[in-house]
C-alpha cells in the first residue's frame, strides 16, 4: 500500500485544505489504494506574530519551510493557499495541480454596520493585508485602519471581543471552514480587487516525482 505524506501548515484552515486534498485523491484512486500522512509543519509567517508580514519578508514566508520539506524527502506532497506562493518555485519543485478554485471575493465582517459604506466615520478596520488597507482607505479615507494577525478563528474572536467594528476575510476560507455564515456581506470584485489566486488550492511536488504526478493527474476526479 503506498504511503502518502502530506505537508501542511497547522492551522484549521490549512488542515481542512489538506484534508479535501486526502479526500479527492480518495474518490479518484478509491479508498485502500494509499495511506495518507498528514503531517503539520510550522512556517516562518505562522511563528512571527508581533509584526505585520510585510516587515519581515512577505511572499513565502507561509511557504519556505514547506518546501525545504519536499526538497529533503520529507513530504511528498505540501498543499498552498495558491496566494500566499512567491512568483517562481525553488528548483526541483513544481505545482502539479489545482482544486476547483473557491469564492474569490473579499468577506465583510461586522456586527455594527452592513458594509464597508455603511460604517461609520472614524471606525475601525483590522486587517494586516497591505492590499486590504490601501483599498479600504482609497475608498473610506476617514475610516482607521489597524493592523491584526491571527488565523481565521482567532481574527473572528479579537472581532468579537472588540478590537475594531469591522474586518476582512477571504470568502473562500470562510466557506471551507463552514463559517459562510459569519460574513455579513461580500464584497463585489470591481470594489475590492481580491488577492492574485485568491480562492486556489495548489498541491506542489518534487519535479520527476511519477508516481505523486500520476495520482494529481487532471483527468483523476
Request: glycine fraction near 8%; charged fraction near 25%.
Amino acid at each position: 500500500m503506498q504511503a502518502i505524506r502530506i505537508g501542511t501548515r497547522g492551522s484549521p484552515l490549512a488542515l481542512a485544505q489538506a484534508a479535501e486534498v486526502r479526500t479527492r485523491l480518495d474518490k479518484a484512486h478509491g479508498p485502500g489504494r494509499h495511506v495518507t500522512d498528514i503531517r503539520v509543519i510550522k512556517t516562518t509567517g505562522d511563528r512571527i506574530q508581533d509584526r505585520p508580514l510585510s516587515e519581515a519578508g512577505g511572499k513565502g514566508l507561509f511557504t519556505k519551510e514547506l518546501e525545504e520539506a519536499l526538497l529533503a524527502g520529507e513530504i511528498d506532497l505540501a498543499v498552498h493557499s495558491m496566494k500566499d506562493m512567491p512568483t517562481l518555485l525553488p528548483a526541483g519543485l513544481t505545482i502539479a495541480c489545482l482544486l476547483p478554485r473557491e469564492d474569490v471575493r473579499d468577506a465583510f465582517i461586522s456586527r455594527k454596520a452592513s458594509s464597508l459604506a455603511a460604517l461609520p466615520a472614524g471606525a475601525v478596520v483590522a486587517t494586516s493585508s497591505l492590499r486590504r488597507q490601501a483599498q479600504v482607505l482609497h475608498v473610506r479615507p476617514d475610516l482607521k485602519v489597524v493592523p491584526m494577525r491571527g488565523n481565521v478563528e482567532t481574527r473572528l474572536r479579537k472581532l468579537e471581543d472588540g478590537v475594531a467594528d469591522a474586518t476582512l476575510l477571504a470568502c473562500a476560507g470562510l466557506r471551507r471552514l463552514g463559517l459562510a455564515d459569519r460574513i455579513t456581506s461580500a464584497i463585489a470584485t470591481d470594489e475590492m480587487l481580491p488577492a492574485v489566486a485568491q480562492g486556489a488550492i495548489g498541491v506542489e511536488m518534487r519535479s520527476g516525482n511519477m508516481l505523486m504526478a500520476e495520482l494529481l493527474a487532471p483527468d483523476q476526479r
